[in-house]
T-cell receptor, first 112, second 111 residues
Framework: DTEVTQTPKHLVMGMTNKKSLKCEQH?????MYWYKQKAKKPPELMFV???????INESVPSRFSPECPNSSLLNLHLHALQPEDSALYLC???????????FGPGTRLTVT | GQNIDQPTEMTATEGAIVQINCTYQ??????LFWYQQHAGEAPTFLSY????GLEEKGRFSSFLSRSKGYSYLLLKELQMKDSASYLC????????????FGAGTRLFVKA
């Protein structure tokens, strides 16, 4: 299995909703990442988990809460988002921190 | 600070060769990646350079000069499907080897 999967593909949520994005990989990778990408912009790093521990938080607002339940799974919990949080959210994994990253297809999030 | 520069857009003809440049100024350097991203899709890994020189992989090659803070991606025998954004990404040597992406170069391949 050489892919990273993400669910859901699309998500529309109101500003008072609570939702979660899920990411899974079965490549035995020990680093997992969350990125936010706006149209025609590069991916913007949000969080890095290294060996299931949060190693990088790029000063992301607390309305985004990451979780790594085990080495294959990565979640992003969303609460009280703003319309400007609408974007493509990409998950990626790499064999070790700093190695080439393999991206999932992303979740397109719209906050209304 | 970190600064990665790439041209915003390039256009080339099917069957031709195109070179996409990337210059960087970073507080630490531990390697450079190139990724391809088609519109609406996720980035896919193309190449990685950590030592000076050229790495060749089929129609794609990537070059690095650490002393000049410069890399390029060379695409040969261009095909229509090569129309995509090409992202240069630099890996630092501190803070968990954080990788910073450049803004990307949108390549349009015309017939």
């Amino acid at each position: 299995d050489t892919e990273v999967t993400q669910t859901p593909k699309h998500l529309v949520m109101g500003m008072t909703n609570k939702k979660s994005l899920k990411c899974e990989q079965h490549m035995g990778h020990r680093a997992m990442y969350w990125y936010k990408q706006k149209a025609k912009k590069p991916p913007e790093l949000m969080f890095v988990y290294s060996y299931e521990k949060l190693s990088i938080n790029e000063s992301v607002p607390s309305r985004f809460s990451p979780e790594c339940p085990n080495s294959s799974l990565l979640n992003l919990h969303l609460h009280a988002l703003q319309p400007e949080d609408s974007a493509l959210y990409l998950c990626a994994s790499s064999q070790a921190p700093g190695n080439e990253q393999y991206f999932g297809p992303g979740t397109r999030l719209t906050v209304t | 600070g970190q600064n990665i520069d790439q041209p915003t857009e390039m256009t080339a003809t099917e069957g031709a060769i195109v070179q996409i440049n990337c210059t960087y100024q970073t507080s630490g350097f531990n390697g450079l990646f190139w990724y391809q991203q088609h519109a609406g899709e996720a980035p896919t890994f193309l190449s990685y350079n950590v030592l000076d020189g050229l790495e060749e992989k089929g129609r794609f090659s990537s070059f690095l000069s650490r002393s000049k803070g410069y890399s390029y991606l060379l695409l040969k025998e261009l095909q229509m499907k090569d129309s995509a954004s090409y992202l240069c990404a630099v890996k630092g040597n501190t803070g968990g080897f954080k990788t910073i992406f450049g803004a990307g170069t949108r390549l349009f391949v015309k017939a």
